[in-house]
T-cell receptor
Framework: KAGVTQTPRYLIKTRGQQVTLSCSPI?????VSWYQQTPGQGLQFLFE???????NKGNFPGRFSGRQFSNSRSEMNVSTLELGDSALYLC??????????FGSGTRLTVV | EDKVVQSPLSLVVHEGDTVTLNCSYE??????LLWYKQEKKAPTFLFML????IEKKSGRLSSILDKKELFSILNITATQTGDSAVYLC??????????FGAGTTVTVRA
């Protein structure tokens, strides 16, 4: 059974640019959530989607957005990148909203 | 404000030692508590705890939850160098999010 797939694995972007990250959940999982991991702040919740609807959003600026498609794949977008957006972005899929399986993440570096 | 606090932040042990990691929480809307191991990238799932006093075991790892005192412990017995990792505690809420502690870095020396 395939796990959670995140693409790309690594990204280098320049300040002011925008970026789109992709997450394919485990087959049959309809909930996808996104987390930002930094050395200073640890793992922080960005947002969660279920059946194409955002059910919860963390305390991040509006530059961070996401969406989910009918096949449960999800994308997150960060616009007007700042140096502080450099982080590991992790996606998790869930069947029951209790057990979460994480992908390997996308390492974003903003220069 | 919801809080998940892990202790210690880091520890160094020798192979064969037993390790006890702590996770305390002050949250509303509690659904379950989860433990993860993170070595390089993806946190890998260890345990999910929902009921007090019921120990979950997997090989040399075990965990228990106390919902009255609001904490959980993760034990690792007969540690091996492959147990070196960051161990993360997370609380799952009824509103579909996880709140993580800062993690405990465990280093096992041969």
């Amino acid at each position: 059974k395939a796990g959670v797939t995140q693409t790309p694995r690594y990204l280098i972007k320049t300040r002011g640019q925008q970026v789109t990250l992709s997450c394919s959940p485990i087959s049959g999982h309809r909930s996808v959530s996104w987390y930002q991991q930094t050395p200073g702040q640890g793992l922080q919740f960005l947002f969660e989607y279920f059946s194409e609807t955002q059910r919860n959003k963390g305390n991040f600026p509006g530059r961070f957005s996401g969406r989910q498609f009918s096949n449960s794949r999800s994308e997150m977008n960060v616009s007007t990148l700042e140096l502080g957006d450099s982080a590991l972005y992790l996606c998790a899929s869930s069947l029951t909203s209790s057990g979460y399986t994480f992908g390997s993440g996308t390492r974003l570096t903003v220069v | 404000e919801d809080k998940v606090v892990q202790s210690p932040l880091s520890l160094v042990v020798h192979e064969g030692d037993t390790v006890t990691l702590n996770c305390s929480y002050e949250v509303t809307n509690f659904r379950s508590l989860l433990w993860y191991k993170q070595e390089k990238k993806a946190p890998t799932f260890l345990f999910m705890l929902t009921s007090s006093g019921i120990e979950k075991k997997s090989g040399r790892l075990s965990s228990i939850l106390d919902k009255k005192e609001l904490f959980s412990i993760l034990n690792i017995t007969a540690t091996q160098t492959g147990d070196s990792a960051v161990y993360l505690c997370a609380v799952a809420f009824n509103d579909y999010k996880l709140s993580f502690g800062a993690g405990t870095t465990v280093t096992v020396r041969a």
